[in-house]
């Protein structure tokens, strides 16, 4: 190649001379230079979509918070309401007064209750209010599907949550 090279005239030494650092410079730049400002470009633009979204967060997170000061705590029991007037009343008021076959205390804070032929969506949205406004929770609870559609036989174990 040295022998080649030497052989050309000078004027062609220089032509191949430029061209081999025009070559250079093509090659540094395609296959480093502009993958790298490529790659920066990218970077830039995820970090700008990452910083609107932490943005957001912040303000969902402080969204979040005032909701909950704000929230109302639960009723929970007036004073002298037991667990068991607490349950049979919202029974009542739910329309599932009939369907309560037998309620039993376990202690202060626990009571069982049996439901026969119960609407199944009534029994769901008792026991959530009784979740959200009184703080009753369930401790166990089974249903077994009657032949009615929408029936249903339930046995029920309710705690009393403690106030916060």
Do not use: C
């Amino acid at each position: 190649m040295k022998e080649w090279f030497e052989s050309l005239e000078v004027r062609e030494r220089r032509i191949v001379i430029g061209g081999a650092a025009t070559l250079l410079v093509v090659i540094v730049y395609f296959l480093g230079w502009e993958p790298f400002i490529n790659r920066l470009h990218s970077l830039q633009e995820s970090t700008q979509r990452k910083q609107l979204d932490l943005a957001w967060m912040k303000n969902a997170s402080k969204e979040i918070q005032q909701l909950q000061v704000n929230q109302t705590a639960p009723a929970r029991f007036a004073s002298g309401q037991s667990l068991l007037g607490v349950i049979d009343r919202s029974a009542k008021a739910k329309k599932l007064g009939d369907a309560v076959k037998r309620v039993q205390p376990d202690g202060t804070s626990k009571a069982r209750v049996w439901l026969e032929s119960a609407k199944f969506d009534e029994v769901i949205g008792w026991l959530e209010e009784l979740e959200r406004r009184y703080g009753v929770g369930i401790e166990t609870i089974t249903f077994e599907k009657q032949a009615e559609e929408g029936l249903v036989d339930a046995r029920i174990s309710f705690i009393a949550e403690p106030e916060a």
